[in-house]
């Protein structure tokens, strides 16, 4: 029997509300919507910062259990397609230990009829870690519960190639101020088309987030990359899931 997280608790006694909004993921090759992030709202819509500011440091283990509880749950009401995955972002630091703090995100699942299979855990790197071991223990138990991990704004953290090489994530996320208006810049395509074939390598999926043209587009499927995220495609749904926009060089609309 799995040990329950005692520093977890549910999310009571929160002197906030929140809600959710979730952003497709396109897998371009496949002309399918891959997934979705689930994206912390207020509880009108409001933006993440105005719920992360409230946040206080013994309030962190409670609001992440409370964010992957409602992120499940909510997708579970809103998903229908059963290979959807659901990338929900988590805070290390508010992991005391892998295998008791995963229980109530794996209750949530069974209670909304969620494959836990198809649940991706994000963590970013422009966080400083205070304790990269015990963020391999997170990466490698959260692997072998059958999740997939993800490695977000991927070039922008403090860590980069270390970090990659350390955790080997299933797919990382390339920082988008590293992609904003790449058709302009040569320096750029070089370090992404560096970054995509690198990933090739080790066997790790690469998304593009914050794609916002069709050039920016256009110049990430040539160096390889498949999966994409951005307001090109759609923005996130409050509460919803959004419908995802046809591109203009391809016949396919994607639907969510």
């Known amino acids: 029997m799995a040990a329950v997280c005692k520093g977890c608790g549910d999310g009571e006694g929160l002197p906030f509300d929140f809600k959710m909004a979730y952003q497709p993921i396109v897998a371009m090759n496949e002309q399918r919507v891959w997934g979705y992030e689930a994206l912390v709202r207020g509880p009108n819509g409001e933006s993440a910062h105005s719920v992360l500011s409230q ?3 013994d309030q962190l283990y409670r609001f992440d259990q409370a964010a992957r509880v409602m992120a499940i749950e909510t997708a579970g009401q809103l998903f229908d397609d059963p290979q959807a995955r659901l990338s929900i972002n988590f805070m290390p630091n508010a992991v005391y230990e892998p295998q008791a703090c995963i229980q109530k995100s794996l209750a949530a699942a069974r209670r909304s009829n969620f494959p836990a299979a198809n649940l991706m855990f994000e963590f970013t790197e422009n966080e400083r870690m205070a304790d990269p071991a015990h963020v391999e223990r997170i990466v490698q138990a959260y692997k072998k519960l059958g999740f ?76 390889g990359i498949d999966l994409f995220q951005g307001y090109y495609f759609a923005k996130p749904g409050f509460m919803s899931l959004p419908n995802v926009a046809a591109f203009s060089h391809a016949t396919v609309a994607l639907v969510g």
């Open 148 to 223: 997939l991990t993800a490695l977000d704004d991927f070039g922008a953290g403090y860590a980069g190639l270390s970090l990659l090489a350390r955790l080997q994530p299933d797919l990382i996320k390339v920082d988008m101020e590293l992609l904003r208006d790449i058709h302009l810049s040569r320096s750029k395509q070089v370090i992404v088309a560096g970054i995509a074939s690198m990933a090739r390598e080790l066997d790790i999926k690469v998304l593009a987030e914050g794609v916002e043209s069709e050039a920016e587009l256009t110049v990430l499927r040539a160096a």
């Open 55 to 57: 946040l206080t440091e």
